[in-house]
């Protein structure tokens, strides 16, 4: 493969539009089989997706141009299927299994283009906001967040001369490098790329995802970006997300339709999938909740990911409950995703080393950290906490509560009202970075 010099990409191009998005699978997995079941299942739900930025002190409106920036999504918007993207995901084999992807919904992908967007302005921010059918508003979700956080990247490098750019990716990539070593000591280590939403960039993320892949051997168990599955001979990796249940909930006409929401969209999942794509995500309205009120088979489930508790503390509620459920944990797999690091990484291997299996999922802090590679602190390469979510369903407004109050989105009435319904237990307030 052809190796890009990251720092001569960056000061060189001169060119008016150097899109970001440009490919319908650069994006991630997990979105792909979830936009599956909703074209099988909900495909006259309607569901807005908006644009959340928790890190309040950063400015998006005024750190990015608003023309450039919807040049950028208005390219995305002209982005389709190409002729090798689609025999691939045809052809391809995801978790063991052929033909993973029917081929009508194949079919209709391959027409796919994302819908139109609102954008203005608000208070220094942006509010970007996608309405439509669920089936075609969701794939908005990962290359908004990817525009975003590359076009603030280039912003903040904009002024810098070539010289300074090639220290900053040297700095950049040895610290990188360090993490690598130290991950290598980790036997039985399973690591897989999940930072395409905040990443620095395209470029950058590739360059992390080849080195991985050279650095840790085997242990690198794939991305979830799938666009870098298909290029670099990787496995495509991720299961499902809160806009699941978030979306069932919202839809709920009774209390009992609410509480069962969790565990419809299981159901719906196991429909289409199996084996380890029998991923649990918990968290949306409360683990302990989920836990409390959760039926016998989700006990068989392949394993959890805890995503918003601290991972020990989340690991070892989840380690309970197989136990109590009869379940033994040692067959059982964690995936731990929520803004791990190296440190966490490490930390978390060894405390549950031998009890059970475990996954890490290494987002952000693998494609955006820049921090200290700078010859100067600049802020606009320091990552911020940001997401794009569903915000209403068919009109009515969607809510997640998460384990970590930081994480909460939706109405503030609304949230109140699922906290009632769902309970606070076990909830904690962390500062969120990424």
């Given at each position: 493969?052809?190796?890009?010099?990251?720092?001569?990409?960056?000061?060189?191009?001169?060119?008016?539009?150097?899109?970001?998005?440009?490919?319908?699978?650069?994006?991630?997995?997990?979105?792909?089989?979830?936009?599956q079941?909703?074209?099988?299942?909900?495909?006259?739900?309607?569901a807005?997706?908006?644009?959340?930025?928790?890190?309040?002190?950063?400015?998006?409106?005024?750190?990015?141009?608003?023309?450039a920036?919807?040049?950028?999504?208005?390219?995305?918007?002209?982005?389709?299927?190409s002729?090798?993207?689609?025999?691939?995901?045809?052809?391809?084999?995801?978790?063991?299994?052929?033909?993973i992807?029917?081929?009508?919904?194949?079919?209709?992908?391959?027409?796919?283009?994302?819908?139109?967007?609102?954008?203005?302005?608000?208070?220094?921010?942006?509010?970007?906001?996608?309405?439509?059918?669920?089936?075609?508003?969701?794939?908005?979700?990962?290359?908004?967040?990817?525009?975003?956080?590359?076009?603030r990247?280039?912003?903040?490098?904009?002024?810098?001369?070539?010289?300074?750019?090639?220290?900053?990716?040297?700095?950049?990539?040895?610290?990188?490098?360090?993490?690598?070593?130290?991950?290598?000591?980790?036997?039985?280590?399973?690591?897989?790329?999940?930072?395409?939403?905040?990443?620095?960039?395209?470029?950058w993320?590739?360059?992390?995802?080849?080195?991985?892949?050279?650095?840790?051997?085997?242990?690198?168990?794939?991305?979830s970006?799938?666009?870098?599955?298909?290029?670099?001979?990787?496995?495509?990796?991720?299961?499902?997300?809160?806009?699941?249940?978030?979306?069932?909930?919202?839809?709920?006409?009774?209390?009992?339709?609410?509480?069962?929401?969790?565990?419809?969209?299981?159901?719906?999942?196991?429909?289409?999938?199996?084996?380890?794509?029998?991923?649990?995500?918990?968290?949306?309205?409360?683990?302990?909740?989920?836990?409390?009120?959760?039926?016998d088979?989700?006990?068989?489930?392949t394993?959890?990911?805890?995503?918003?508790?601290?991972?020990?503390?989340?690991g070892?509620?989840?380690?309970?409950?197989?136990k109590?459920?009869?379940?033994?944990?040692?067959?059982?797999?964690?995936i731990?995703?929520?803004?791990m690091?190296?440190?966490?990484?490490v930390?978390?291997?060894?405390?549950?080393?031998?009890?059970?299996?475990?996954?890490?999922?290494?987002?952000?802090?693998?494609?955006?950290?820049?921090?200290?590679?700078?010859?100067?602190?600049?802020?606009?390469?320091?990552?911020?906490?940001?997401?794009?979510?569903?915000?209403?369903?068919?009109?009515?407004?969607?809510?997640?509560?998460?384990?970590?109050?930081?994480?909460?989105?939706?109405?503030?009435?609304?949230?109140?009202?699922?906290?009632?319904?769902?309970?606070?237990?076990?909830?904690?307030d962390?500062?969120?970075?990424?």
């Amino acid at each position: 493969m052809t190796k890009t010099d990251i720092a001569s990409r960056v000061y060189n191009h001169t060119w008016k539009l150097d899109p970001i998005i440009r490919s319908l699978i650069d994006t991630d997995f997990y979105k792909l089989l979830m936009l599956q079941m909703i074209w099988k299942l909900y495909p006259e739900v309607n569901a807005t997706f908006s644009l959340i930025n928790r890190t309040t002190r950063v400015k998006l409106a005024e750190e990015i141009d608003e023309g450039a920036l919807r040049e950028q999504l208005d390219h995305a918007r002209t982005v389709s299927l190409s002729k090798k993207e689609m025999i691939w995901l045809a052809g391809n084999t995801f978790y063991g299994r052929k033909q993973i992807f029917e081929p009508e919904f194949l079919n209709w992908l391959s027409t796919y283009k994302l819908p139109e967007y609102e954008l203005s302005k608000h208070d220094g921010q942006y509010e970007l906001t996608f309405h439509g059918k669920w089936m075609d508003t969701t794939m908005w979700e990962i290359p908004a967040l990817a525009i975003i956080n590359e076009m603030r990247s280039r912003a903040a490098m904009r002024s810098l001369g070539y010289f300074t750019l090639d220290v900053l990716y040297a700095r950049a990539k040895a610290k990188m490098w360090e993490k690598v070593e130290r991950l290598r000591t980790l036997p039985g280590l399973r690591i897989s790329d999940f930072g395409t939403r905040r990443r620095h960039s395209f470029l950058w993320q590739r360059w992390c995802v080849e080195a991985l892949k050279e650095g840790i051997g085997p242990a690198f168990t794939g991305t979830s970006n799938v666009l870098l599955a298909m290029d670099s001979d990787l496995e495509a990796v991720g299961t499902n997300a809160h806009e699941l249940p978030m979306v069932a909930a919202a839809l709920a006409n009774s209390d009992e339709e609410l509480r069962a929401a969790p565990y419809q969209v299981l159901k719906d999942w196991n429909r289409l999938y199996h084996g380890n794509l029998l991923i649990v995500l918990p968290d949306a309205y409360g683990t302990a909740a989920f836990l409390r009120d959760a039926p016998d088979w989700v006990a068989d489930w392949t394993g959890f990911r805890p995503d918003s508790a601290p991972p020990i503390e989340g690991g070892e509620k989840i380690i309970e409950w197989w136990k109590k459920m009869g379940r033994d944990p040692k067959e059982k797999l964690l995936i731990f995703s929520d803004g791990m690091d190296v440190e966490a990484i490490v930390d978390t291997y060894r405390h549950f080393e031998g009890r059970v299996r475990m996954s890490f999922g290494w987002g952000t802090n693998l494609t955006n950290d820049f921090s200290g590679c700078a010859p100067k602190e600049i802020d606009g390469l320091k990552p911020i906490s940001i997401v794009c979510k569903v915000s209403d369903a068919n009109g009515r407004p969607a809510v997640k509560l998460s384990d970590n109050p930081q994480k909460a989105t939706g109405e503030p009435a609304e949230v109140e009202r699922y906290l009632k319904f769902f309970g606070q237990e076990d909830r904690v307030d962390q500062a969120v970075f990424v």
